[in-house]
T-cell receptor, first 116, second 115 residues
Framework: NAGVTQTPKFQVLKTGQSMTLQCAQDMNHEYMSWYRQDPGMGLRLIHYSVGAGITDQGEVPNGYNVSRSTTEDFPLRLLSAAPSQTSVYFCASREGLAHKSYNEQFFGPGTRLTVL | AQSVTQLDSHVSVSEGTPVLLRCNYS??????LFWYVQHPNKGLQLLLK??????LVKGINGFEAEFKKSETSFHLTKPSAHMSDAAEYFC?????????????FGTGTLLAVQP
């Protein structure tokens, strides 16, 4: 049981490049989400999904796309990278649908992204 | 609307002394509250959670937190700090109703433990 895995661990992009951050979980969790962590700001929700084929925006969705074709995978796409997207990105998953937000979230180890 | 405020961005204690990390919350609904810990260059790990059962919640590694509705607080405590407790701690709120899918994170408290 690997839990939540993320790749890559580190990435450097140039402004305007696109890339996909990968996230996978092997716990059969319905709910998955992406956060970004910036100094002094805690974690902010980018996008989330309550199941395959269902996604919704979080607090800071601009510049990011997501899709959920399987229960296991939830990739995050940066369409045209900007320096403001330099951050640490965490993927998380938990059991249960919308009304079980009290369940523990399991976090991946993070992707540290730098946009030059 | 929900929000969470961590009152201290940095806390420094000596090894063996008590730890107090303060958190106040605001929620229009009956909240669920969590404390997560993040060690350097690691992901977040759940320390403990409150979900409207006992108001005193015990977590891992000797930490506990007390939910006080009248004070809208959920402070994290530990009787005796260890060097391994040095990390960043996040207070998190989640409420029922329209925002059930979203956790709101505090800005974090960095705990330093001096030998």
């Amino acid at each position: 049981n690997a839990g939540v895995t993320q790749t890559p661990k580190f990435q450097v992009l140039k402004t305007g490049q696109s890339m996909t951050l990968q996230c996978a979980q092997d716990m059969n969790h319905e709910y998955m989400s992406w956060y970004r962590q910036d100094p002094g700001m805690g974690l902010r929700l980018i996008h989330y999904s309550v199941g395959a084929g269902i996604t919704d925006q979080g607090e800071v969705p601009n510049g990011y796309n997501v899709s959920r074709s399987t229960t296991e995978d939830f990739p995050l796409r940066l369409l045209s990278a900007a320096p403001s997207q330099t951050s640490v990105y965490f993927c998380a998953s938990r059991e249960g649908l919308a009304h079980k937000s009290y369940n523990e979230q399991f976090f991946g180890p993070g992707t540290r992204l730098t946009v030059l | 609307a929900q929000s969470v405020t961590q009152l201290d961005s940095h806390v420094s204690v000596s090894e063996g002394t008590p730890v107090l990390l303060r958190c106040n919350y605001s929620s229009s609904y009956s909240p669920s509250l969590f404390w997560y810990v993040q060690h350097p260059n690691k992901g977040l790990q759940l320390l403990l959670k409150y979900t409207s059962a006992a108001t005193l919640v015990k977590g891992i590694n000797g930490f506990e937190a007390e939910f006080k509705k009248s004070e809208t607080s959920f402070h994290l405590t530990k009787p005796s700090a260890h060097m391994s407790d040095a990390a960043e701690y996040f207070c998190v709120v989640s409420g029922y109703g329209g925002a059930t899918n979203k956790l709101i994170f505090g800005t974090g408290t960095l705990l330093a433990v001096q030998p």
